[in-house]
């Protein structure tokens, strides 16, 4: 649119080949001085898309990434004068949408120039006040990532063949370990009950075949810092102490009170805990690295339970 402005063998290997690491980062360098007239200036809201929006497009594209330190808080982040600069000089902007960044819609509105813009929850039909988190979906990321390509070869026509071949690439090679690891975990622990901090898990989990049973508003709430209900901490401390979850999964960028007093809770139960984030993290890591550590700890927490299980210390007594 154009706008103003793998098992616990597996997993093990899988966990060596992500410490090695996929090459790239959230932002590409440029290009080669032989190609210089033919690099798309692109700038994305959440490095997330744009660690994405860098590796496909290569040496022909030049990726700024606004919200870059996992310390920030992408609901509530406060746009500078130096980021409308960037939107304002871009070719195209990736914009999460969903609510998630309206800021973004500010600032090219104030501008009188012209910039394609891929608003991810437009193009996957969720509207505001659903779930924003839309890179924890894998079908959405290739939805995302077939989108941002065929951006690229409309902006960059002469090197559309390149655009394909880094696409090609990325999916079959790049995403590897990540498609490997959320194969593994469904295959191995598909219908397995868990529990979460927030609405970001909510995505992820019915792709690993995962029975998320937190309830949804405690998620949402969580998530969107608004109040959560004295039932919903009742169910879920209810869950804790009679070991109905196998794992509880947190948001370790946003730990809450009530968050905290659950983490407390699922380590007196013995119930294993895994952690994700809102953003890469570190934050020069890959949007494949990061993903992929995630699903790795994920599993070995499923693996955990299971044998805490086995050994009899979660009795639920």
């Given at each position: 649119m154009t706008r103003s402005v793998a098992g616990?063998?597996?997993?093990?290997?899988l966990m060596a080949?992500?410490?090695?690491?996929?090459?790239?980062?959230?932002?590409?360098?440029?290009?080669?001085?032989?190609?210089?007239?033919r690099v798309v200036r692109v700038a994305?809201?959440?490095?997330?898309?744009?660690?994405?929006a860098a590796q496909l497009g290569g040496a022909h594209a030049h990726v700024v990434s606004v919200i870059t330190n996992p310390n920030t808080d992408p609901h509530a982040y406060e746009p500078t004068a130096a980021d409308a600069r960037t939107l304002a000089a871009s070719q195209l902007v990736i914009e999460n949408g969903i609510g998630y960044d309206p800021?973004?819609?500010?600032?090219?509105?104030?501008?009188?120039g012209t910039v394609t813009t891929l608003d991810v929850g437009a193009l996957l039909g969720v509207p505001d006040g659903g779930n924003p988190h839309r890179w924890y979906d894998p079908a959405d990321v290739r939805t995302v990532?077939?989108?941002l390509v065929a951006d690229y070869r409309r902006l960059d026509p002469a090197d559309r063949a390149y655009f394909a071949a880094r696409q090609s690439?990325?999916?079959?090679?790049?995403?590897?370990?990540?498609?490997?690891?959320?194969?593994?975990i469904k295959e191995h622990y598909s219908g397995t009950p868990v529990g979460a901090s927030e609405s970001i898990f909510s995505v992820l989990a019915p792709a690993l075949g995962l029975d998320l049973i937190t309830p949804p508003a405690f998620l949402k709430a969580i998530s969107e810092g608004s109040d959560v209900s004295v039932a919903d901490k009742q169910t879920i401390d209810t869950q804790i102490r009679d070991h109905r979850i196998a794992i509880y999964v947190y948001n370790s960028q946003n730990v809450t009170p009530d968050v905290q007093t659950q983490l407390d809770e699922a380590e007196a139960a013995h119930i294993p805990v895994a952690t994700i984030t809102e953003t890469l993290e570190p934050a020069t890591a890959t949007f494949q690295q990061w993903q992929t550590r995630q699903l790795l700890a994920i599993e070995a927490a499923l693996a955990r339970s299971d044998a805490l299980a086995t050994s009899g210390h979660q009795s639920g007594d």
């Amino acid at each position: 649119m154009t706008r103003s402005v793998a098992g616990r063998l597996t997993g093990l290997a899988l966990m060596a080949a992500v410490t090695a690491g996929c090459g790239g980062g959230s932002t590409s360098p440029g290009s080669t001085s032989s190609s210089a007239e033919r690099v798309v200036r692109v700038a994305a809201a959440e490095n997330v898309w744009g660690s994405i929006a860098a590796q496909l497009g290569g040496a022909h594209a030049h990726v700024v990434s606004v919200i870059t330190n996992p310390n920030t808080d992408p609901h509530a982040y406060e746009p500078t004068a130096a980021d409308a600069r960037t939107l304002a000089a871009s070719q195209l902007v990736i914009e999460n949408g969903i609510g998630y960044d309206p800021w973004v819609d500010k600032l090219l509105s104030a501008d009188s120039g012209t910039v394609t813009t891929l608003d991810v929850g437009a193009l996957l039909g969720v509207p505001d006040g659903g779930n924003p988190h839309r890179w924890y979906d894998p079908a959405d990321v290739r939805t995302v990532i077939a989108r941002l390509v065929a951006d690229y070869r409309r902006l960059d026509p002469a090197d559309r063949a390149y655009f394909a071949a880094r696409q090609s690439s990325f999916e079959s090679s790049a995403l590897a370990h990540y498609d490997a690891a959320i194969a593994s975990i469904k295959e191995h622990y598909s219908g397995t009950p868990v529990g979460a901090s927030e609405s970001i898990f909510s995505v992820l989990a019915p792709a690993l075949g995962l029975d998320l049973i937190t309830p949804p508003a405690f998620l949402k709430a969580i998530s969107e810092g608004s109040d959560v209900s004295v039932a919903d901490k009742q169910t879920i401390d209810t869950q804790i102490r009679d070991h109905r979850i196998a794992i509880y999964v947190y948001n370790s960028q946003n730990v809450t009170p009530d968050v905290q007093t659950q983490l407390d809770e699922a380590e007196a139960a013995h119930i294993p805990v895994a952690t994700i984030t809102e953003t890469l993290e570190p934050a020069t890591a890959t949007f494949q690295q990061w993903q992929t550590r995630q699903l790795l700890a994920i599993e070995a927490a499923l693996a955990r339970s299971d044998a805490l299980a086995t050994s009899g210390h979660q009795s639920g007594d």
